[in-house]
C-alpha cells in the first residue's frame, strides 16, 4: 500500500478520534445544562461515540497497512467499516420493524471482527522480530485472540443455540482462553523491549567491489528507517537493506507482469 495513503488515512484515524469525542463532549455538556436530552439527542451522541471507536480499530489496522501483513490489516478496515454500517442503521432506525436481531447481529459479529483484528495487528508489530520466544508467545496470543473471538461469534450467530443451556463448560474454557490472551497481550510486548534481535551477521562490502554502492538518502527516508530500525531491535544499515531488497522484488514482478 502506497506509504502516502497510509499516512493520510492514519492522520484522518486521528482526526475522526478527536472530532467524533470533542463532539460527544459537547452534546453531552449542552444536554446537562440545557436540561433537555431527548431521543434525537441520544442518537447524535451514539452516532458519535460509534465514530469515534471505529476511528480507533481503524487506526489500529493501518498499524501494519504498509508492511508485509497488510492483508489482514485491509481485513480489519473491512470489518470496522461494517460495525460503522451496522451500528449506524441500529442507531437510526426505527426499532419497532421487523428484522432487528439480523442488524443486531451484524453488528454484534462485525463489532467482535473489527476488535479482535485491531488487537491482533497492535500484536503484529513485532511480526519482524527474530527472537524464538517472540515468535512463539506472538504466535500463541494470535491463537487465543482467534479463539475468543470465534467463541463470542458463535453464540451471536446461532442465537445462543451454542453453547445452549448449558454452556459452563464453553464459557469456562472462554475464560481459560481469555485470561492467556491478555496474559500474552501483557508479557510479549513487554518482552519484545527487553529481548532484543541479534544482529544479522553480514560481510561488509570492501571498497574495491564493483557491486557496492554507498546512498545518500532524504531526512524523512532516514528518519522512518531508523524508527523501523528502533521497533524491530535491529542496525538501520539491515532494515534499509531488506527495504531495498523487497522494493526490488516487487518492481520486478511488476515489470513481469
Known amino acids: 500500500m502506497n506509504p502516502d495513503i497510509v499516512s493520510a488515512a492514519r ?13 460527544a463532549a459537547v452534546v453531552g455538556i449542552v444536554a ?12 447524535i451522541l451514539l452516532t458519535t461515540v460509534l465514530f469515534g471507536a471505529a476511528s480507533i480499530t481503524a487506526l489500529c489496522h493501518l498499524a501494519i497497512a ?38 443486531l447481529q451484524a453488528f454484534g459479529v462485525a463489532g467482535v471482527l ?4 485491531a488487537h491482533a495487528n497492535l500484536l503484529l508489530l513485532l511480526a519482524g522480530r527474530r527472537r524464538r520466544p517472540i515468535r512463539i508467545g506472538l504466535a500463541a496470543t494470535l491463537v487465543a485472540i482467534g479463539v475468543v473471538a470465534i467463541m463470542l461469534i458463535l453464540p451471536i450467530m446461532t442465537e445462543g443455540d451454542i453453547p445452549g443451556d448449558d454452556g459452563d463448560l464453553y464459557w469456562r474454557v472462554f475464560g481459560v482462553i481469555a485470561i492467556l490472551d491478555v496474559l500474552g497481550t501483557v508479557v ?48 538501520v544499515e539491515v532494515v534499509a537493506v531488506e527495504v531495498l531488497r523487497r522494493g526490488l522484488a516487487a518492481a520486478g514482478s511488476d515489470a513481469d507482469r
Not at 492522520?11 to 463532539?23: H, L, Q, T, V
Not at 446537562?32 to 442518537?43: A, S, V
Not at 473489527?114 to 483484528?117: D, E, L, P, Y
Open 66 to 103: 504498509d508492511r508485509s501483513m497488510r492483508i489482514v490489516a485491509g481485513a480489519g478496515l473491512l470489518a470496522s467499516l461494517a460495525a460503522l454500517v451496522t451500528g449506524m442503521v441500529l442507531i437510526w432506525r426505527d426499532w419497532n420493524l421487523p428484522d432487528l436481531d439480523t442488524w
Open 114 to 117: 473489527a476488535v479482535s483484528f
Open 32 to 43: 446537562l445544562l440545557g436540561g433537555d436530552f431527548g431521543e434525537t439527542q441520544g442518537k
Open 188 to 235: 510479549v510486548p513487554v518482552l519484545a523491549i527487553f529481548v532484543r534481535d541479534e544482529p544479522r551477521q553480514s560481510v561488509p562490502p570492501t571498497a574495491d567491489d564493483p557491486h557496492s554502492l554507498t546512498l545518500t538518502v532524504p531526512a524523512e527516508i532516514g528518519g522512518a528507517l531508523r524508527a523501523r530500525a528502533s521497533a524491530s531491535g535491529v542496525p
Open 11 to 23: 492522520k484522518g484515524a486521528i482526526y475522526g478520534i478527536i472530532i467524533s469525542f470533542s463532539a
